[in-house]
């Protein structure tokens, strides 16, 4: 009873009394029933549980608030964050609205105006500062993103440890550079105030990430609202693009999406930076090392259950070495297979897909695959033996470089071996697809490798030679081409002038 009331929890009304009322499917309360129906919905999360401690570590509640100017608040729904591991709640998040979100835009107006008078130096110090405060808190903070959104542990303080390692890059040069996903603080260091909108389906991240950013702040008597939060629905996210007071979106999100962001950002003449998916492909040629190849495209294929932008999508092999890959693969995958589990427990190298929604592309592509004439060299199924959302990774061979899909990118862990003959024609396959994110090219031939890199080679934002898709180095040109959007983060300084200041020709003439 308590986990179905805590789907229904929105539905609260305070009474005149200051009980509450839950209306909906299951259940009509009243006064007498109030306290039994609350205690029941409290101990459904996993956030009273001791064995998540870490939560109230970062200083979560059962409750929480979405929206954060210098004081946390929020009038909209509550959502429930859910463990994708195991569908339990975690906790809840009351969400900011469009009226919330117009307040933490004035607020951060008005920081801007302190902000920006700190010099460059000062400035990065305070980020170093925030680069500490995450340093503490890299553990529990990692296994927050495992838990609500479901990476093993290593990925999870991995994504901390990134945040960490851009801090110390920007403040050691106190210039900024230019972020994506939760790397939003870094724009402090240009003079920037930020207003962050997370993911809706992992509130809990940001409302934790923002109190360790926004604490360092006021310590150094900053006003909070110099980095805001809106936790909100796609009305808030509308209104970001549209608001010409915001110089700058940066938007992390699929394709569909991000062509919106960019229609309505482009109308006031805006700035973009636009972060979308990628159906990324790995050559290999027929002088490649093959367990190079096999180490990486396990990596690139199955890491965070093929749930990464830069996650291995198709993997083109020319036909002298097509059947060994097939075969050294799919055993590879059978190691991997045995230890599917609990992404917060010790030894799990794969977890969950984050959301039903994806189990329901998972299977749809299955299905299409088949219907097509694939066939499925490993995987396939929905894991229905355990509570979550868990799939089995899936190697699918036998269909056309050009089938439909082949051509869509779904996020899941799904990869299509391609049989190709030429390094000209397994270039021409990888440049054929929609988004241009993310290449790899698996060769021991110099000439080969000059041919991938240059104008007539790879057409993606990111080409790689020896190594897999995914991953990424601070300081590098991340970004992608084509359908994934536009503008690169954690790049030069000349990149990072263009995107986050103003560029005006002066002149000036002085009598002395």
Request: hydrophobic letters at 40%; one cysteine or more; a neutral charge.
């Amino acid at each position: 009873m308590g986990r179905a009331l805590t789907r229904h929890l929105s539905l609260l009304s305070s009474s005149s009394n200051n009980s509450f009322t839950l209306t909906g499917k299951f259940l009509q309360a009243g006064p007498s029933t109030t306290y039994c129906i609350l205690r029941s919905m409290s101990s459904s999360f996993l956030i009273n549980d001791p064995k998540y401690a870490f939560l109230k570590d970062l200083k979560l509640e059962e409750m929480n608030h979405g929206a954060y100017d210098g004081q946390w608040f929020g009038s909209d729904k509550v959502v429930t964050s859910v463990c994708p591991a195991n569908n339990q709640p975690i906790a809840q998040v009351k969400t900011g609205s469009v009226q919330d979100f117009e307040r933490c835009v004035k607020s951060a107006e008005e920081a801007w105006q302190k902000w920006a008078d700190l010099t460059a130096p000062a400035r990065g110090e305070i980020v170093r500062q925030i680069g500490d405060a995450l340093r503490e808190k890299i553990v529990p903070l990692g296994k927050l993103i495992s838990m609500e959104m479901g990476k093993i542990v290593p990925e999870g303080v991995g994504e901390v440890q990134e945040f960490v390692d851009i801090c110390d890059y920007a403040c050691g040069l106190s210039r900024m550079i230019p972020v994506y996903g939760w790397n939003n603080a870094i724009a402090l260091i240009a003079g920037d105030t930020v207003i962050w909108k997370g993911a809706p389906s992992t509130p809990l991240t940001s409302v934790a990430t923002i109190k360790i950013v926004t604490e360092v702040l006021e310590k150094n008597g900053i006003p909070g609202a110099v980095c805001a939060l809106c936790q909100g629905d796609a009305d808030v996210g509308q209104k970001m693009a549209e608001d010409k007071r915001i110089k700058l979106v940066s938007f992390t999100g699929s394709t569909e999406v991000g062509r919106k962001v960019a229609v309505t950002v482009q109308q006031r003449f805006g700035k973009h930076l636009l972060e979308l998916g990628g159906n990324n492909a790995l050559i290999v040629d027929k002088d490649a090392n093959i367990d190079m190849v096999i180490t990486s495209a396990t990596f690139a294929c199955v890491g965070t259950a093929g749930q990464r932008c830069t996650t291995l999508r198709r993997l083109i092999v020319h036909e002298d070495v097509y059947d060994e890959v097939v075969r050294r693969l799919t055993k590879a995958y059978e190691t991997v297979i045995k230890r599917i589990g609990d992404p917060l427990e010790d030894g799990t190298l794969y977890g969950p897909l984050h959301s039903k929604n994806g189990i329901e592309a998972y299977k749809k592509t299955i299905q299409d695959a088949v219907a097509a004439g694939g066939k499925i060299e490993f995987g396939g199924k929905v894991i229905e033996d355990r509570p979550g959302n868990y799939v089995e990774p899936t190697i699918i061979t036998g269909l056309a470089h050009d089938s439909p899909v082949v051509m869509r990118e779904t996020f899941a862990p799904i990869v299509h071996i391609l049989k190709t003959k030429s390094l000209d024609e397994a270039i021409q396959w990888n440049n054929e697809v929609e988004q241009g994110l993310s290449s790899s090219l698996f060769t021991s031939d110099i000439g080969k490798l000059f041919r991938w890199i240059g104008p007539k080679g790879s057409d993606c934002g990111i080409v790689n030679v020896n190594i897999p898709t995914s991953g990424a180095e601070i300081g590098g040109a991340f970004g992608g081409e084509k359908a994934t959007g536009g503008g690169t983060a954690s790049c030069s300084r000349n990149q990072i002038r263009i995107n986050y200041w103003y560029c005006s020709m002066v002149n000036a003439f002085l009598d002395s």
